[in-house]
T-cell receptor, first 111, second 116 residues
Framework: SQQGEEDPQALSIQEGENATMNCSYKTSINNLQWYRQNSGRGLVHLILIRSNEREKHSGRLRVTLDTSKKSSSLLITASRAADTASYFCAVQGSGTYKYIFGTGTRLKVLA | GAVVSQHPSWVICKSGTSVKIECRSLDFQATTMFWYRQFPKQSLMLMATSNEGSKATYEQGVEKDKFLINHASLTLSTLTVTSAHPEDSSFYIC????????????FGPGTRLTVL
């Protein structure tokens, strides 16, 4: 079964607004990663956050991790039309090497 | 750094034929490679994990004889879809991780397979 469930499934915002996506999982993890996928393309790695970390930043991206709630969020600030894509979380369960992907959030940023 | 390529990027084949997809790590040694399958507007489903020089580990429900995986070197893994049928049509994506990459998986651009 998939470990990661994301919400919302789809999100449509205006350029300049912030976008927040959430990922929930079921078991303890080593780390959690966020990826971006443009339509029909491969995945681009955004941020990796380890189980002992609570927050990480990369440019306009901010990722938080709450292991007590088994959830993570990805915040994109000051969104741009070019941010339009699908965003996936992927969790690596404790004691495993493989990653299980979430259901994804389709973000559309309107110019 | 940490670039993964896939070849071909798309392939169309007739039902019953076999198709081989290559996944290469271009600038690092990939100790582990993963193969995923993605249906339109859906998430990635892990098919199998391969380590260089050993047999692949398949996920539950994935037919080993249908999807042959070979990880012959630290830079190359191949997925062969044998006797392909229309239901095998999908987007296949590989990823790789290696020493010094801090657990990060790097993904190839994907291969779109269409079986007629």
């Amino acid at each position: 079964s998939q470990q990661g469930e994301e919400d919302p499934q789809a999100l449509s915002i205006q350029e300049g607004e912030n976008a927040t996506m959430n990922c929930s999982y079921k078991t303890s993890i080593n780390n959690l990663q966020w990826y971006r996928q443009n339509s029909g393309r491969g995945l681009v790695h955004l941020i990796l956050i380890r189980s002992n970390e609570r927050e990480k930043h990369s440019g306009r991206l901010r990722v938080t991790l709450d292991t007590s709630k088994k959830s993570s969020s990805l915040l994109i600030t000051a969104s741009r039309a070019a941010d339009t894509a699908s965003y996936f979380c992927a969790v690596q369960g404790s004691g495993t090497y493989k990653y299980i992907f979430g259901t994804g959030t389709r973000l559309k940023v309107l110019a | 750094g940490a670039v993964v390529s896939q070849h071909p990027s798309w392939v169309i084949c007739k039902s019953g034929t076999s198709v081989k997809i290559e996944c290469r790590s271009l600038d690092f040694q990939a100790t582990t490679m993963f193969w995923y399958r993605q249906f339109p507007k859906q998430s990635l489903m892990l098919m199998a994990t391969s380590n260089e020089g050993s047999k692949a580990t398949y996920e539950q429900g994935v037919e080993k004889d249908k999807f042959l995986i070979n990880h012959a070197s630290l830079t190359l893994s191949t997925l062969t879809v044998t006797s392909a049928h229309p239901e095998d049509s999908s987007f296949y994506i590989c990823s790789a991780t290696g020493q010094g990459l801090a657990d990060t998986q790097y993904f190839g651009p994907g291969t779109r397979l269409t079986v007629l």
